[in-house]
């Protein structure tokens, strides 16, 4: 089974531009969430997509956007890019276990982007 | 939700039990004990979760205290390839987002 994959794997742009990251949820999987992983610091929820819709988001400016795809596939938009948006950028997928209980998530490798 | 507290750092010898703690005093009944490790700058790696019951799976056993406040995850024969950073969460049922810590970056010796 196909994990979840993230892409590019490496992202270059400059300051004031605009960022397109995509994911890639495994087979099955309905809901996408996105985190952020700036250097020397921990992962930060970004949004959560769950058919179609956003579900929640975290403490992160407007400019911090995405949308999920009918496949379930997702993108995350950086706009107006500024120096501390450099950082690991991790996508991972929602596997629903049982009633009751949340989900289990499973992380693709990331897309590194590098604010200039 | 409630908070975790883990160990900075820890250094355990090859092939040897590694004994991951992480306290979670103020766990409520509805909250899940999940880790996660991350190996250097790649996506955090599922390992185990737990509610009440101790759990085992082909990675590592999760065994969770009776009142809930802490728990401890155990890798049987730590490998180098298990140098990581570890990641203790708790998460009710119905929060469908992870908040992360600063993990136990565990180092495994030859």
């Known amino acids: 089974e196909a994990g979840v994959t993230q892409s590019p794997t490496h992202l270059i742009k400059t300051r004031g531009q605009q960022a397109t990251l995509r994911c890639s949820p495994i087979?099955?999987?309905?809901?996408v969430y996105w985190y952020q992983q700036a250097l020397g610091l921990g992962l930060q929820f970004l949004l959560w997509y769950d058919e179609g819709e956003e579900r929640n988001r975290g403490n992160f400016p407007p400019r911090f956007s995405g949308r999920q795809f009918p496949n379930y596939s997702s993108e995350l938009n950086v706009n107006a890019l500024e120096l501390e948006d450099s950082a690991l950028y991790l996508c991972?997928?929602?596997?629903?276990?049982?009633?009751?209980?949340?989900?289990?998530?499973?992380f693709g490798p990331g897309t590194r982007l590098t604010v200039l | 939700d409630a908070k975790t507290t883990q160990p900075t750092s820890m250094d355990c010898a090859e092939g040897r039990a590694a004994n991951l703690p992480c306290n979670h005093s103020?766990?409520?009944?509805?909250?899940?004990v999940y880790w996660y490790r991350q190996i250097h700058s790649q996506g955090p790696q599922y390992i185990i979760h737990g509610l009440k019951n101790n759990e085992t799976n082909e990675m590592a056993s999760l065994i969770i205290t009776e009142d809930r406040k802490s728990s401890t995850l155990i890798l049987p024969h730590a490998t180098l390839r298990d140098t990581a950073v570890y990641y203790c969460i708790v998460r009710p049922y119905n929060n469908n987002d992870m908040r992360f810590g600063a993990g136990t970056r565990l180092t495994v010796k030859p």
């Open positions: 991972a997928s929602g596997s629903l276990q049982s009633v009751g209980a949340p989900d289990t998530q499973y």
């Open positions: 103020t766990i409520s009944g509805n909250e899940y």
């Open positions: 087979s099955g999987h309905t809901s």
